[in-house]
């Protein structure tokens, strides 16, 4: 299966703040290439558990999409 991010999302990134690769930051799982700042995607909740691993999401419009297949989404350590 491939992930196609352009038609697979309808949802602006307006409310979430993207960042530079880094050791403070996290690639969305569910916009692949977006980065975000760990503490404030924390602080927004917008961060999740899946299979003993933290997912950090580049918005609020991420979190239902992760939800509906957190699997799929699901990144390998």
């Known amino acids: 299966m491939t992930l196609d991010t352009a038609s697979d999302h ?6 979430g ?11 969305c799982p569910v916009m692949p290439s977006r980065f975000v700042d760990k503490a404030k995607a ?11 691993r933290t997912y950090w999401l580049c918005c609020a419009g991420c979190g239902p999409k992760f939800d509906a297949d957190p699997a799929r989404f699901a990144v390998a350590p």
Do not use: T
Not at 10 to 15: A, K, Q
Not at 17 to 27: C, H, K, N, Q, T
């Open 42 to 52: 924390q602080a927004r909740g917008w961060v999740r558990q899946y299979a003993g």
């Open 10 to 15: 309808d949802h602006h990134h307006h409310d």
């Open 17 to 27: 703040e993207l960042v530079s690769p880094g050791p403070d930051s996290a690639e």
